[in-house]
């Protein structure tokens, strides 16, 4: 059980800028919830002054990154707005009556869930803090957990990593780089005065997904519970589902002088194999993978490298599950390589146009994010990858050492897998499966069986 024991309002320790940040057409249609992770540190020894330390310095970096301080507000036709009021950020200090060993590996479940604040929705938008931070100590000084709520239309994953790492390295002590001061934060750069143009893809990543064969609807599969659980692939695991992917294509690609399948299309495919095979559906059953693309170098002109804010778009691939689980792996890697290189900038405005053509910004969530029990349900037949690989996670050490563990805090209702590097840093990966208890010992099965 986890007990707050202090809260601190925490403002910018400089005057900072007011009036109001335009949000991009992006930031309006991603999740409109904060996004849990947790940090785990075991330090030598217990700092005393932790608390102190993070308010601090948490003050300190609120200078430069001053919309975390401010509060979100609604403008004309439900459009997002961010209103630089420099209220602050929220800062817990927590006891927890478990010792470390009783968390086991920190793979999301109820347990690890309450290492993270808990975020009440039911007040108005504008009281809503956009930062939270939880300082949890374990029992018997064995260290303790840095679990963080962050508001996902603030910015992406990329983002809010900078943030925490700058953060951190102010708490250490250290002086920022250039490019750590200053984070890009106009997002103008996102804003089109044009007529919305009609789609010129298919955007088969906004479409419906794919129905279990005979089904009129998800309602059997959403009552069904999903649980969390760490898979770990060793650096010869993943070099040989590397080897696997392209075995079958390597003359054809030195033929056409195209690159090798990386590592996550490998493990993307890998993964996706997995799931259709172990909910053992029918050949002729559709399956659709989504998964979200970096837009910051596919823009031309490309984004600052220190953009700040949501510079990401959605992406599928579709094949059916005969395919899918018969095919070389190759054949799977090539699927998801198709999905994420038809992210060009004319897809990237064609996407935005899609939700400038609304006049109602919900009606644009909706399409997006649906709503009620439109939610769009990401689990069978259908699975979501999330890849955190290129995220320097492990740097945010606010001078007690690098974290030794660090992940997502909650159960997802959908399948889902999250990709990322292991804190050991030798190249093994960490996938955080979130999958249906009726067919997680058979994903299992096959993720160690087929490599």
């Keep these: ?17 007011h009036g109001r940040l335009w949000l991009s057409d992006i930031d309006q249609v991603v999740r409109m919830r904060h996004t849990p992770t947790i940090y785990i540190y075991k330090p030598y020894q217990n700092p005393e002054n932790a608390i102190e330390t993070l308010k601090t310095s948490l003050s300190k970096i609120l200078v430069q990154y001053y919309p975390m301080a401010g509060r979100l507000c609604y403008t004309e036709g439900a459009r997002l707005e961010l209103n630089l009021n420099a209220k602050g950020a929220i800062l817990l200090e927590a006891q927890t009556s478990k010792t470390i060993h009783d968390y086991g590996d920190f793979s999301p479940s109820d347990s690890t869930k309450e290492l993270v604040p808990v975020m009440d929705y039911n007040q108005p938008i504008e009281d809503i803090p956009l930062f939270v931070v939880q300082l949890t100590r374990f029992q018997n000084n064995e260290g303790f957990a840095i679990g963080v ?9 990329l983002g809010a990593i900078r943030f925490i790492n700058s953060w951190a390295k102010i708490a250490r002590g250290e002086t920022l780089e250039a490019n750590e001061l200053r984070p890009f934060l106009d997002r103008t750069l996102l804003k089109f005065s044009h007529t919305p143009l009609a ?35 060793s650096p010869e695991q993943v070099d040989k589902l590397k080897i696997k992917a392209n ?8 033929k056409k002088g195209s690159r090798a399948f990386s590592r996550y299309e490998a493990i993307g495919a890998h993964l996706w194999r997995c799931a259709s095979k172990a909910r053992e559906l ?80 919900d009606d644009a969530r909706a399409l997006f994010l649906g709503e009620g029990e439109n939610i769009p349900y990401f689990g069978n037949p259908n699975f979501h990858l ?59 099965k096959f993720f160690y069986g087929d490599i």
Excluded at 199 to 223: A, N, V, Y
Excluded at 308 to 319: D, I, S, W
């Design 1 to 17: 059980m986890v007990t707050i024991t202090a809260s601190y309002t925490v403002i910018p320790n400089e005057p900072t800028p």
């Design 149 to 157: 709520a962050f508001f996902h239309p603030l910015s992406d994953g």
């Design 199 to 233: 789609p010129c893809f298919e955007h088969m990543e906004l479409k419906p997904l794919p129905l279990i064969l005979g089904r009129e609807d998800t309602s059997e599969e959403r009552k069904k519970k999903t649980s969390a659980t760490l898979l770990r692939l």
């Design 247 to 254: 075995e079958n294509d390597i003359l054809a690609m030195k």
């Design 282 to 361: 029918e050949e002729n059953q559709e399956s659709v993978v989504r998964f979200n693309a970096d837009v910051r170098t596919r823009m031309i002109p490309n984004l600052p490298k220190n953009y700040f804010g949501n510079a990401l778009t959605q992406t599928a691939a579709k094949g059916y599950v005969g395919e899918i689980t018969s095919k070389p792996l190759g054949y799977v890697s090539q699927m998801i390589r198709e999905a994420s290189e038809i992210v060009t900038d004319e897809f990237i405005r064609s996407q935005i146009d899609v939700i400038r053509g609304f006049e109602h910004l």
């Design 386 to 444: 999330t890849s955190w690989m290129s995220m320097p996670v492990y740097e945010a050490d606010f001078g007690w050492g690098k974290p030794v563990y660090f992940g997502i805090a909650y159960v997802s209702p959908h399948d889902r897998a999250v990709i990322l590097l292991s804190p050991d840093g030798d190249g093994s990966i960490l996938v955080c499966l979130h999958f249906q208890n009726a067919h997680l010992e058979l994903f299992k």
